[in-house]
């Protein structure tokens, strides 16, 4: 189990590239100056839903629970282009 930072590297296997591509084609930003903008994810947010979502070479889950917690207003991880 994963205690740590999330591994900068993507799983194997994971189930998340559907969940994020229809994530980014129908959520908008909801505020500031990107109001209304097509949401987009963080780096550090795409690597821990592809984690969240990683399966083995049999299918099975690698993890059962996970969860991503930051300070109110925290401003790291880049966006993507």
Do not use: C
Request: net charge negative.
């Amino acid at each position: 189990m994963q205690t740590g930072n999330i591994p900068s590297h993507m799983p194997e296997y994971t189930l998340a590239w559907d969940i994020i591509q229809w994530a980014e084609e129908n959520i908008v930003q909801p505020d500031g100056e990107s109001a209304g903008d097509p949401w987009r994810f963080t780096d550090e947010q795409l690597r821990f839903l592809a984690w969240f979502y990683a399966v083995d070479e049999n299918g099975k889950w690698v993890y059962r629970s996970a969860s991503l917690r930051r300070a109110k207003l925290w401003v790291g991880g880049s966006r993507r282009f």
